[in-house]
């Protein structure tokens, strides 16, 4: 099984696709493949926002993609946010690398201002609203037992304003994921909601009765998110950066299959 991750503006025979206008291509996104599910495509932003302990900022003005020595893409020196948001804006950088049906990536951030910024974060999305079969079967790990992961469409939501974009606190980060999450998005936080690890996942049946996955997993993860795109996210953690400070977060894709089980 292999996987293979393309820039968006490189996946799309044209600039004006419909799919790569709705993407936005201002937002650095990967398109990912797996040849386990040909036809499908899944949609990943790295990262599609960025904030501090006070709030969100806007997200980078489009990355220059490029490739690194193995042929995977990578990009360098973006800038986070705009001029009139941040003086001296902060700037991102992203590595991957694909090791057969997973793909890796580090996510850093490098403080070039003069002020402290405490609690940098980055939120990336994992959108399945073109990857046919895949779509609704959103899933979290909420739950209890062996097996915590319940659909997120099924998950309570606080208001009928948090319908849109919601999130929760991951086990043993409660405290500063309430910080972030009631500033980041007060109407979409949800804290009655406990994630037991930061990862989010979507699964599909595949024609010959096996449940097929795909799974995105960081252990810099201080929320995760979920709407009715269907999209699966999560809040990653930089910390406090001093001037002249940078931080690295790290994140794994991956597809695996299993035989499909029948609840009794």
């Not at 850093?108 to 402290?116: C, I, K, P, T, W």
């Not at 405490?118 to 979290?140: G, K, S, T, Y």
């Not at 997120?152 to 939501?157: E, H, I, S, Y």
């Not at 269907?230 to 406090?240: A, K, R, V």
Request: glycine share 8%.
């Amino acid at each position: 099984m292999s996987v293979t991750a393309v820039p968006s503006e490189q996946f799309f025979e044209t600039l004006d696709d419909p799919i790569l206008q709705t993407i936005s291509p201002s937002i650095p996104t990967l398109i990912i493949e797996w040849d386990k599910a040909p036809g499908l495509f899944w949609t990943l932003r790295l990262a599609e926002g960025w904030g501090d302990d006070t709030g969100g900022w806007m997200a980078m003005p489009r990355a220059r993609w490029s490739a690194d020595a193995s042929g995977n893409p990578c990009y360098a020196d973006a800038r986070v946010a705009c001029e009139e948001e941040l003086a001296a804006p902060l700037t991102a950088s992203l590595t991957t690398a694909i090791d057969g049906d997973e793909l890796r990536f580090a996510l850093a951030l490098r403080n070039d201002s003069d002020v402290e910024k405490a609690d940098c974060w980055a939120w990336i999305c994992m959108i399945h609203r073109w990857a046919a079969a895949f779509q609704a079967n959103c899933e979290l790990p909420t739950g209890s037992g062996d097996e915590p992961f319940e659909t997120a469409a099924g998950l309570p939501a606080r208001n009928r304003v948090a319908r849109w974009i919601k999130g929760c606190p991951i086990e043993g980060k409660e405290a500063r994921g309430a910080e972030l999450g009631r500033r980041s998005n007060p109407n979409g936080y949800q804290e009655h909601i406990l994630a037991r690890q930061g990862t989010v996942r979507a699964w599909r049946v595949e024609e010959h009765g096996t449940q097929q996955f795909i799974e995105l997993h960081s252990p810099d993860a201080m929320l995760l998110g979920w709407s009715h795109w269907p999209c699966t996210d999560m809040m990653l953690h930089f910390g406090t950066l001093a001037p002249g400070d940078d931080s690295t977060v790290t994140g794994t894709l991956r597809f695996f299959e299993r035989q499909f089980e029948i609840a009794p």
